[in-house]
């Protein structure tokens, strides 16, 4: 049997074993953990469950890295990635109960409530019950376009099930989105379309946290990618403000992403204008498109732009697999809690990372800049949740030539973290894990402060060696 055939019905073998985890554990309604540490082999289901999961989840990782060099043409990566998805659709939701959350704040706003005043708790909700508790007094933690998709899914939805059915739509759309606009990403990098996609679709994240988890990451993503496509494509920068725009409008992070669109756009259009009237219309375009995208969507909420004082709600949960909280978590082992500290030294770092990376990407590739900068994002916010890790992914499938190792095994290991109920395994080893994370955060700084010493010395040793040159 061909590699690549072996690779497809391996994977697709995990995905249907994830299938069945999905039915027999999935995230249900009302709210009840399936899945613990206590309980992983005396529920219902017995050891069906848990090794469903597992085994299913080892084979569509495996098949997705032994994948990498297996993929022959980008039909190939494209066919083998949506069979992987198919088997997830019917099912509950995988890894996370937040498609309650979203069903919950849809039916409020489509009640003419606000979901950014309160949580469940205060404005109600009829599925209340199924929404995990951590999220129950929490407001909206999303912008106004994702409001008023929520809406339209309750609109069209009625019942929770349907509901849920039409958010799935709406994840799927935002991954087909990614899949249009990955090839102009691709191309502009002269990276294989086909290795771009496998390491972006068919990635296991993608089927169980985008597709099956029903994320509204994946339609953050969709128009994230859709921006870039069009702001390094063509002239329309306002085109691409507006895409960009509506991203930050599911979620704020893509908001690091409009500076280093500033300098695609900006390319785009060095043939046809000078340096000083390129910077200004590029600029004012993308700007422009951008805030009209996000007050037209504020103003047709209903919302305004009380969305923006909700964005605080998503740092409720602590957990290791954020570095700044594991540190701080490591520091609270042995003293005061640490935590807020370590978070806001984290976003402190952050700002100064995303500034660098944006000055470096005037000289140099900005697409791939773009990348590093929603990568930092990810490792230095103040919470990490395995399906953020598909924030950089696309883009960095899609510019990436040398180090793929360095995108795989983070993509592979967040694949695993959750349970189908939503239970994180990162939750159980809490101590042990912000031990191991800060202890791999300081062997990776004097790592870098190791190589750039080495570096430095090179550079002093190359000068002197020029200098002794006769003449």
């Not at 219902?44 to 990782?61: K, R």
């Not at 660098?356 to 490792?379: I, K, M, N, Q, S």
Request: with cysteine; glycine share 10%; hydrophobic share 55%.
């Amino acid at each position: 049997m061909p590699r690549s055939t072996a690779v497809r019905y391996v994977g697709l073998a995990g995905s249907l074993l994830l299938a069945v985890a999905a039915w027999l554990g999935g995230a249900s309604s009302p709210w009840e953990p399936t899945v613990t540490p206590r309980t992983i082999f005396a529920g219902e289901n017995g050891v069906a469950l848990p090794l469903a999961w597992l085994l299913g989840t080892l084979l569509i990782i495996g098949a997705w890295v032994a994948g990498v060099r297996a993929a022959p043409t980008a039909r190939w990566a494209y066919t083998t990635a949506a069979l992987w998805a198919v088997p997830l659709l019917p099912f509950l939701p995988l890894g996370s109960y937040d498609a309650y959350s979203y069903a919950c704040q849809g039916w409020q706003q489509a009640a003419g409530l606000d979901p950014y005043a309160g949580g469940v708790t205060d404005l109600g909700c009829p599925w209340a019950s199924a929404v995990a508790p951590t999220w129950l007094s929490s407001p909206a933690p999303y912008g106004p376009v994702f409001l008023l998709l929520a809406a339209l899914a309750v609109k069209v939805g009625g019942s929770l099930a349907g509901t849920l059915a039409a958010l799935r739509v709406i994840a799927v759309l935002g991954v087909a989105l990614i899949a249009v606009c990955l090839p102009a990403l691709a191309r502009r990098s002269e990276v294989p379309l086909g290795r771009a996609v496998w390491l972006t679709l068919a990635c296991p994240l993608i089927p169980i946290h985008l597709i099956s988890g029903t994320h509204n990451d994946a339609v953050m993503v969709g128009f994230l990618v859709a921006g870039l496509a069009v702001a390094m494509g063509s002239r329309r920068t306002w085109a691409a403000g507006l895409l960009l725009g509506l991203a930050i409008g599911v979620k704020a992070t893509a908001v690091v992403v409009v500076p280093f669109a500033f300098w695609l756009a900006l390319r785009s259009r060095a043939a046809s204008a000078g340096r000083t009237a390129g910077y200004v219309r590029a600029g004012g375009e993308l700007a422009a498109g951008v805030l009209v995208a996000l007050a037209a969507a504020s103003l047709f909420s209903g919302r305004g732009f009380g969305w923006i004082t909700g964005l605080a709600g998503s740092g409720a949960s602590v957990q290791w697999t954020s570095p700044p909280t594991a540190i701080g978590m490591t520091v609270s082992l042995f003293g005061p809690d640490a935590v807020p500290v370590t978070r806001l030294i984290g976003i402190g770092l952050l700002a100064v990372v995303l500034v660098l990376l944006w000055w470096r990407a005037r000289l140099r590739d900005p697409l791939l800049h773009t990348g590093y900068a929603l990568a930092a994002t990810v490792l230095l916010a103040p919470v990490f949740h395995p399906w953020y890790a598909v924030w950089a992914l696309p883009v960095l499938a899609a510019t990436l030539h040398h180090h793929l190792r360095r995108l795989v095994v983070p993509c592979a290991v967040a694949a695993a973290l959750c349970l189908p109920d939503g239970y994180n395994v990162a939750l159980a080893v809490k101590s042990q894990g912000a031990i191991l994370m800060t202890a791999f955060v300081i062997y990776l700084a004097w790592k870098a402060l190791h190589e750039a010493k080495n570096r430095n010395s090179r550079g002093l040793g190359a000068d002197r060696a020029v200098r002794r040159l006769p003449g």
